[in-house]
């Protein structure tokens, strides 16, 4: 791919004419072929296996997806990773969020020093403070046990807590209760606070850079509530920090032994395995939080030492290529048929698409060819009712990623065979459709006359041929969990290798919030620092006549 007509290498060619010779080829057929299909392309590591099968590749496209990834030096690029290089070269910082969770008791340098001494040393910290809070050692102010904790960040200091908190929620003791305030919108602190007793609440204030606004006007509202219930004393009782930032803790009001540290090697997205998954540890337990590490580091050494082609993240990141590069399907879906796990789409949709929503290469030029897709989804059966019309017979292709456990955590009557039906059915209807001939004949069966069958039978077909990717595991428990979202940080970090972009900066998000500073004083004060565009100019304009 790339330099000025940068697409134009041997591996990209290659897979130009793969698409040229197979974007019609039916999977149906496929499978119709070869017998052992499924048993070929799936893949298991413990308990989690990945059926890739019904997906539009045969041997040779695969083959040419491999190259690619050798030709982009994929594996090498791993291996930097890993090995602390600065590949978020745009900020000169190292990209080691797999060190949090690094259980091979060897070191990882960074700059000459180990940096597992300081994430161990850390780590022994959230035990210890877990452990006291969950079993009442660590009191509020007023002697009694914290049992509401209310996390306060946005975007990676509140996506992965969250969702890890309410996937695992089967794991939370009794008497925790878990409360998350990310947006600035004054709702998200009335709404929360509005139930709580300030005596047995405790504040995690989440915050990479300790200067994100929306985190620190949040944190001030609540300190304020605290204070003016209980006194500046009691500061030191119900709020913790946890940031890389201590000088602005302090500044803010925050005891430094309240502090809990990471470095700037973890990028926020990337950040649950970090002092950041507090909120975790004291839900679930330090022993619960250790196995969700276990589980992201299996997956980190399945990601380093399988072969390209029975590698579990690279086989997603190829199919994401051949989709989005080659046919051109630029959005994607994840759904979980699993009510617990109904946060990990938008925890995906920051993971993917903040990584990979780039338009500059790493040679600093514009990309000629298409990026990060857009993502989404949400907990089936429920997205079925909804979204899934169009997965099923829009015009835009759709791939998805079913993710499916066995045994559910509440196995009551019927409820999980049905859902476990259902989706075993999504994939089916997706790869096989109905053609207009078998739409037809279903009508004529039903009773239909022959002008209701020609009348429906369009309505009635499915193109099929639409992909998807079936995870399925056991149940999900903190292992498990652990294994998918690594398996899904390493899918991100191997498409941005092949797009050659950085998946390590996020300076697209940096414009709005600029233009935001300008436009907070101008809405509380008479004058317009700025010379806006006309409509801008109007909608301030409106927003402050209605504030009046
Ligand atoms: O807005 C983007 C972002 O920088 C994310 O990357 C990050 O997760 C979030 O804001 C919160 O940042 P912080 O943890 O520094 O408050």
């Known amino acids: 791919m790339f330099a000025k007509n940068k697409n134009n290498t041997k591996a990209w060619q290659k897979l130009e004419a793969e698409y040229k010779r197979f974007k019609k080829v039916e999977m149906r057929d496929l499978f119709k072929k070869d017998e052992k299909r499924a048993t070929k392309y799936t893949l298991s590591l413990g308990d989690l296996t990945l059926d890739y099968s019904k997906n539009r590749f045969d041997a040779d496209v695969f083959e040419a997806l491999i190259d ?33 969770r690094n259980r091979s008791g060897q070191s990882v340098v960074l700059d000459g020093k180990n940096v597992m001494d300081d994430i161990n040393a850390v780590l022994m910290k959230m035990k210890k403070f877990s452990d006291d809070v969950r079993y009442g050692k660590f009191k509020g102010y007023t002697g009694k046990k914290l049992t509401n904790i209310v996390n306060i960040g946005i975007g990676g200091s509140d996506l992965g807590p969250v969702m890890v908190c309410e996937a695992l929620k089967k794991y939370q003791m009794k008497d925790i209760n878990c409360y998350f305030i990310s947006n600035i919108d004054g709702t998200a602190c009335y709404e929360t606070l509005k139930n709580l007793d300030p005596e047995t609440t405790l504040f995690i204030v989440a915050s990479k850079t300790f200067t994100t606004i929306e985190t620190l006007t949040n944190a001030k509202t609540c300190r304020k509530w605290l204070v003016d219930a209980l006194g500046e004393h009691a500061v030191d009782k119900h709020f913790v920090a946890l940031s890389t930032n201590r000088e602005k803790v302090v500044e803010f009001g925050i005891n430094p032994d309240n502090m809990f540290a990471f470095w700037d090697f973890v990028g926020g997205r990337y950040s649950l395995w970090s002092a950041i998954g507090l909120i975790i540890a004291i839900a679930v337990g330090f022993e619960n939080f250790e196995k969700l590490l276990e589980g992201a580091f299996a997956m980190d050494e399945h990601f380093k030492t399988a072969p390209l082609d029975k590698n579990m993240p690279v086989i997603l990141a190829l199919l994401g290529i051949w989709y989005n590069n080659f046919f051109n399907f630029h959005r994607y879906c994840v759904v979980p048929y699993d009510e617990y796990l109904k946060y990990l789409p938008s925890y995906l949709q920051q993971l993917d698409m903040e990584s990979n929503g780039k338009s500059v290469d790493k040679d600093g030029d514009f990309v000629s060819y298409s990026t990060g897709p857009a993502i989404f989804g949400g907990a089936g059966t429920n997205v079925q009712h909804s979204f899934f019309q169009l997965l099923h017979q829009g015009t835009d292709l759709v791939p998805v990623d079913f993710i499916i456990p066995a045994i559910s955590h509440n196995e009551i009557g019927d409820h999980h065979q049905i859902l476990l039906s259902n989706v075993l059915a999504q994939g089916e209807a ?50 498990t969990l652990g294994e998918i979202i690594a398996l899904y940080e390493h899918k991100v970090f191997v498409q941005g290798v092949i797009w050659n972009i950085n998946s390590f900066d996020q300076m697209g998000v940096e414009l709005g919030k600029q233009l935001a500073l300008n436009i907070l004083p101008e809405l509380k004060g008479k004058s317009f620092a700025l010379d806006h565009d006309g409509s801008t100019m109007s909608l301030i304009k409106k927003v402050k006549a209605f504030r009046k």
């Open 68 to 100: 690619l990834a050798k030709e982009r030096g994929v594996e090498q690029k791993r291996d930097d990773m890993f090995s602390a290089q600065k590949i978020n070269f745009t900020e000169n910082r190292a990209v080691l969020h797999t060190a949090l």
């Open 430 to 479: 997706l790869m096989r459709g109905k053609t207009v001939l078998e739409a037809a004949n279903e009508l004529k069966k039903a009773g239909k006359s022959d002008d209701e069958v020609e009348a429906l039978k369009k309505y009635k077909s499915f193109t099929g041929n639409r992909p998807s990717n079936t995870l399925l595991c056991k149940k999900i428990d903190p292992f």
